[in-house]
T-cell receptor, first 112, second 110 residues
């Protein structure tokens, strides 16, 4: 199984809502990532979990809150987002210190 | 700081060979990777260079020169399905921090 799954595929939320994005992998990878991607731009790293511990937080606003409940799951909790946060949110996983990342299909988020 | 540069667009015809260049300036360097992303899809891993030289994977090859902070992706026998965006990415010295280049949009014409 070389698949990373993400739910939901699409999400529309208001600026006062609270929602969560979910990511799951069963490849035994111990590094998991959240990226944000705007149209026609590269993926932009937000958070990295290594062995279920947050190892990188790329100065992301606190309205984004990551969580790694176990080695297979990664959540991104969203609260009080702004319209400029509308983007494709990609989850990825890899073996720690390995070069190849496996990406999920992403969640297309629209903030109204 | 970290910066990567790629051409924004490349156009070629079916059956041709195309080279997509990537130059980088990073605080640390732990290898150069290449990813392909079709419109509406997720990035997929294509190739990796940790040491200088050429790596070949089927129709795709990738090259790295660490002394020149330069690499390229070579796509041979182009097919229409190769039309996509191609990103180079560097893992710098800080753990799992991956930085992606701006991407090159490849259009393959019949």
């Amino acid at each position: 199984d070389t698949e990373v799954t993400q739910t939901p595929k699409h999400l529309v939320m208001g600026m006062t809502n609270k929602k969560s994005l979910k990511c799951e992998q069963h490849m035994g990878h111990r590094a998991m990532y959240w990226y944000k991607q705007k149209a026609k731009k590269p993926p932009e790293l937000m958070f990295v979990y290594s062995y279920e511990k947050l190892s990188i937080n790329e100065s992301v606003p606190s309205r984004f809150s990551p969580e790694c409940p176990n080695s297979s799951l990664l959540n991104l909790h969203l609260h009080a987002l702004q319209p400029e946060d509308s983007a494709l949110y990609l989850c990825a996983s890899s073996q720690v210190q390995r070069r190849e990342q496996y990406f999920g299909p992403g969640t297309r988020l629209t903030v109204t | 700081g970290q910066s990567l540069e790629q051409p924004s667009e490349v156009t070629a015809v079916e059956g041709a060979i195309v080279q997509i260049n990537c130059t980088y300036q990073t605080s640390g360097f732990y290898g150069l990777s290449w990813y392909q992303q079709h419109d509406g899809g997720a990035p997929t891993f294509l190739s990796y260079n940790g040491l200088d030289g050429l790596e070949e994977t089927g129709r795709f090859s990738s090259f790295l020169s660490r002394s020149d902070s330069y690499g390229y992706l070579l796509l041979q026998e182009l097919q229409m399905k190769d039309s996509a965006s191609y990103f180079c990415a560097v893992r710098d010295g800080y753990g799992q921090n991956f930085v992606f280049g701006p991407g090159t949009r490849l259009s393959v014409l019949p």
